[in-house]
């Protein structure tokens, strides 16, 4: 398959520890993306790189949140200090090219629960 | 700021009937994109239909149709007998920054 993938699917975790999550985006696909989704709610963007640069960063990425794409290939995010309020669905997206060229591709998604 | 809005929470259709979604948005740009996604129970996401704010033809795939009115800011989906793989939770989005509504959990009855 080689659509985006995400790992883990699933992570729980206490009320203050580190989680990292990891997102492989398709592999022509320069531009990725993190979105995060609560219940009920449609995904709100996090970040963005181009290769890897991170060109935009949303107010909602606090200085607890750190996201990296070190070779322009896969992503990691990291929140710190994990705290209930992070509890939600963690989705990365890629951005496609030529006809696909404005549609994102987004990945099955990593939930956090935080106990 | 754009923002999207879907006012409808909550649509139910009958199998093979026609159903409409709506959406309206907010913004100050000429150019831009419009999306609806589909988001199935525990499945990801997938783009259903995309329409370029310059294009006045409104895009059709397949079953799925858009009412796009510039003027007014709205962009309506509309699925064609609907199936029960269509049950899901349907996204508007627009870009150049990706923002999606709240969503509208679509249930179809057999």
């Known amino acids: 398959d080689t659509g985006v993938s995400q790992d883990p699917r699933h992570k729980i975790t206490k009320r203050g520890q580190n989680v990292t999550f990891r997102c492989d985006p398709i592999?022509?696909?320069?531009?990725l993306y993190w979105y995060r989704q609560t219940l009920g709610q449609g995904p709100e963007f996090l970040t963005y790189?181009?290769?890897?640069?991170?060109?935009?960063k949303s107010r909602l990425l606090s200085d607890r949140f750190s996201a990296e794409r070190p070779k322009g290939s896969f992503s990691t995010l990291e929140i710190q200090r994990t705290e209930q309020g992070d509890s939600a669905m963690y989705l990365c997206a890629s951005r496609g090219t030529g006809d696909s060229y404005n549609e994102q591709f987004f990945g099955p998604g990593t939930r956090l629960t935080v106990l | 700021a754009q923002t999207v809005t879907q006012s409808q929470p909550e649509m139910s259709v009958q199998e093979a009937e026609t159903v409409t979604l709506s959406c309206t948005y907010d913004?100050?740009?000429?150019?831009?994109?419009l999306f609806w996604y589909k988001q199935p129970p525990s499945r990801q996401m997938i783009l259903v239909i995309r329409?370029?704010?310059?294009?006045?033809q409104n895009a059709t795939e397949n079953r799925f149709s858009v009412n796009f009115q510039k003027a007014a800011k709205s962009f309506s989906l509309k699925i064609s007998d609907s199936q029960l793989g269509d049950a899901a939770m349907y996204f508007c989005a627009y870009r150049p920054k990706l923002v999606f509504g709240q969503g509208t959990r679509l249930t179809i009855n057999p």
């Open positions: 790189f181009q290769n890897e640069a991170q060109l935009e």
């Open positions: 592999s022509e696909h320069n531009r």
């Open positions: 329409q370029e704010a310059y294009k006045q």
């Open positions: 913004t100050s740009e000429s150019d831009y994109y």
